[in-house]
T-cell receptor, first 114, second 115 residues
Framework: AQSVTQPDIHITVSEGASLELRCNYSYGATPYLFWYVQSPGQGLQLLLKYFSGDTLVQGIKGFEAEFKRSQSSFNLRKPSVHWSDAAEYFCAVASNQAGTALIFGKGTTLSVSS | GAVVSQHPSRVICKSGTSVKIECRSLDFQATTMFWYRQFPKQSLMLMATSNEGSKATYEQGVEKDKFLINHASLTLSTLTVTSAHPEDSSFYIC???????????FGEGSRLTVL
């Protein structure tokens, strides 16, 4: 069965510092991988996604993620965090078949200190 | 990407009443929609897969008689929480499967509070 693990429940980063949020997945074939961000009381916003090709994926708001098949990981990174990045971040996986749902990790709460 | 609209965004109801949440795909016809539930400070849990013109497929542990899903048209799926109780208070989010593999578009969510 597909599953997603986000090992870090809560991370605090100083403004301007770099960020890495971890995501590990379990899936039999090559999955489709996603990172979403959710501000309190809001819906989901897609940051980036990986389907195939270049394993380093660029997203919105200066985020990037790297797919590492050997480690079953899809970690999210940002070189310099802004206070507005404080939010909940979800990693998700889906199969490569149309019409299948996303399976989400439990999320990582990012706090940004000044 | 597709535009997905959910209504209402917030609803408060009394215990024992039923609440209907609508999910509309505004700019393309969606044969498949998904309903998720999110408890405070928790992840999104898939409740059911809604297919146009057929019965919804529910995930294990989700009561199909309590959470009625209807996907009567290619642009509208509804989730009805029947005989709502305070433990049903949650954030409900729908998503629409796009035309291409791996595409999934989310509504803004509906926050249900049952008093």
């Amino acid at each position: 069965a597909q599953s997603v693990t986000q090992p870090d429940i809560h991370i605090t980063v100083s403004e301007g510092a770099s960020l890495e949020l971890r995501c590990n997945y379990s899936y039999g074939a090559t999955p489709y991988l996603f990172w979403y961000v959710q501000s309190p009381g809001q819906g989901l916003q897609l940051l980036l996604k990986y389907f195939s090709g270049d394993t380093l994926v660029q997203g919105i708001k200066g985020f990037e993620a790297e797919f590492k098949r050997s480690q079953s990981s899809f970690n999210l990174r940002k070189p310099s965090v802004h206070w507005s990045d404080a939010a909940e971040y979800f990693c998700a996986v889906a199969s490569n078949q149309a019409g299948t749902a996303l399976i989400f990790g439990k999320g990582t709460t990012l706090s940004v200190s000044s | 990407g597709a535009v997905v609209s959910q209504h209402p965004s917030r609803v408060i109801c009394k215990s024992g009443t039923s609440v209907k949440i609508e999910c509309r795909s505004l700019d393309f016809q969606a044969t498949t929609m998904f309903w998720y539930r999110q408890f405070p400070k928790q992840s999104l849990m898939l409740m059911a897969t809604s297919n146009e013109g057929s019965k919804a497929t529910y995930e294990q542990g989700v009561e199909k008689d309590k959470f009625l899903i209807n996907h009567a048209s290619l642009t509208l799926s509804t989730l009805t929480v029947t005989s709502a109780h305070p433990e049903d208070s949650s954030f409900y989010i729908c998503s629409v499967s796009g035309l291409h593999t791996g595409e999934l578009f989310f509504g803004e969510g509906s926050r249900l509070t049952v008093l």
